[in-house]
C-alpha cells in the first residue's frame, strides 16, 4: 500500500511502465504536457479503479504521467508480477485484458462526451461516472480544486460552477467535501437525452 501527498508524481509520461495502481481512497489525473508546455489532462480516477494495467500488459511505458490529486492511498502492484500471473492463469489474463478494454471504451466515451455534450451534461456525466455508495446516498467526494476538474472536462471554471447550480434542479446536492447525487434517474436523462437524438440522427 502507497500513500501520495497531493501533488506527488505517482509515475512520468515515458518511464518504464514498472508497477501498476488500484486506487483505495483520493483523487489521481492521468496527464501529458504538450509542446507548448501545457498541461492536459487526460483522465480523472478515484477510489476502486485502476491505473497503469494496460501500460504495464505491454511492458512498455507509461502513456501518461500520474499525480495525485488528493491525499490517496493506492495498492502498488509490479508489472512483472501481473505478467507473470497472466503466463500461470488464463482466466486471470482474461480478467486483466477485460480491464484493458474497459479502459478503452471509457476514452472512447470520453471522447464523444466532449464532443457530443454541452458543459452541464458533461459535468453530469462525471458525477455519475464518479459517485460512490456511502450509507445509502451516492456521493461524489471532491477534495480537490475545481480547476482541475474543468480543465479535465473542457471548460472554464466558471462554467463549472453555472453548471453545479443548474444542476441543483436535478437532484444535486453540495456539502462540506463533495455532492451528493439524490436523483440518478434525472441525471442519467439528462446526459442521455442529447445522445439518444445524435445516434437517431446518425
Not at 509520461?13 to 508546455?37: F, T
Not at 456525466?125 to 451516492?138: I, N, V, Y
Not at 480547476?147 to 471554471?157: D, N, S, V
Request: hydrophobic share 45%.
Amino acid at each position: 500500500m502507497r500513500r501520495f501527498e497531493r501533488g506527488e508524481s505517482i509515475f512520468l509520461h515515458e518511464d518504464e511502465a514498472a508497477n501498476c495502481y488500484v486506487l483505495v481512497n483520493g483523487w489521481v489525473k492521468l496527464y501529458r504536457i504538450m509542446p507548448s508546455g501545457a498541461e492536459a489532462v487526460m483522465r480523472m480516477h478515484t477510489s476502486g479503479e485502476t491505473i497503469g494495467f494496460a501500460d504495464a500488459l505491454r511492458g512498455g511505458t507509461y502513456q501518461t504521467g500520474a499525480d495525485a490529486a488528493s491525499e490517496c492511498i493506492a495498492l502498488e502492484v509490479p508489472a512483472a508480477a501481473i505478467r507473470a500471473t497472466i503466463a500461470k492463469d488464463p482466466e486471470f489474463g482474461a480478467i486483466m485484458l477485460t480491464n484493458s478494454f474497459e479502459q478503452i471504451d471509457a476514452l472512447s466515451e470520453q471522447i464523444e462526451t466532449l464532443k457530443c455534450l454541452s458543459g452541464m451534461q458533461r459535468v453530469a456525466a462525471f458525477l455519475l461516472q464518479h459517485a460512490r455508495k456511502r450509507q445509502e446516498r451516492l456521493i461524489v467526494s471532491l477534495p480537490y480544486e475545481k480547476g482541475l476538474m474543468a480543465a479535465y472536462l473542457g471548460i472554464k471554471p466558471e462554467s463549472l460552477s453555472r453548471a453545479l447550480s443548474k444542476l441543483k434542479a436535478f437532484g444535486v446536492k453540495s456539502f462540506d467535501d463533495g455532492l451528493e447525487i439524490t436523483d440518478p434517474d434525472a441525471i442519467h436523462e439528462l446526459i442521455h437525452s442529447t445522445m439518444n437524438e445524435l445516434r437517431k440522427g446518425a
